[in-house]
């Protein structure tokens, strides 16, 4: 059974920098790609970035583009998603994401098989 645990959110500032992590477990890590999604009260689940198996593939939203980094470390079955620039409106629960296939890139909610329970990030003007 795949298990993504979500941590490193947390209230931070406009123009603040968090790091969320996430610990992948229950298949091999380095076979996937994986994503990063949120989703704010009363709206939809939206993309934020994704990153093939290697690493060295990587998209994100263009909400975040030029902010937000994705980045993994097949080695500690971990990802990571480097947010920088804060701004009220990246306030949202962040999920980690993970495909059912390795052919997948997760880029939308339909390419996710397993979902983290999220952490909550939240950003003050």
């Known amino acids: 059974q795949v298990q993504l645990a979500e941590s490193g959110g947390d209230l931070v500032q406009a123009g603040g920098s968090l790091r969320l992590s996430c610990a992948a477990s229950g298949r091999t890590f380095s076979m996937y790609a994986m994503g990063w999604f949120r989703q704010a009260p009363g709206k939809d689940r939206e993309f934020v970035a994704t990153i093939d198996w290697t690493g060295v593939y990587t998209r994100v939203g263009d909400s975040v583009k030029g902010r937000f980094t994705i980045s993994r470390d097949n080695a500690k079955n971990t990802l990571y998603l480097q947010m920088n620039s804060l701004k009220p409106e990246d306030t949202s629960v962040y999920y980690c994401?993970?495909?059912?296939?390795?052919?997948?890139?997760?880029?939308?909610?339909?390419?996710?098989?397993?979902w983290g329970h999220g952490t909550q990030v939240t950003v003050s003007s």
């Open positions: 994401a993970a495909p059912r296939t390795t052919a997948t890139l997760p880029l939308r909610v339909v390419d996710v098989g397993y």
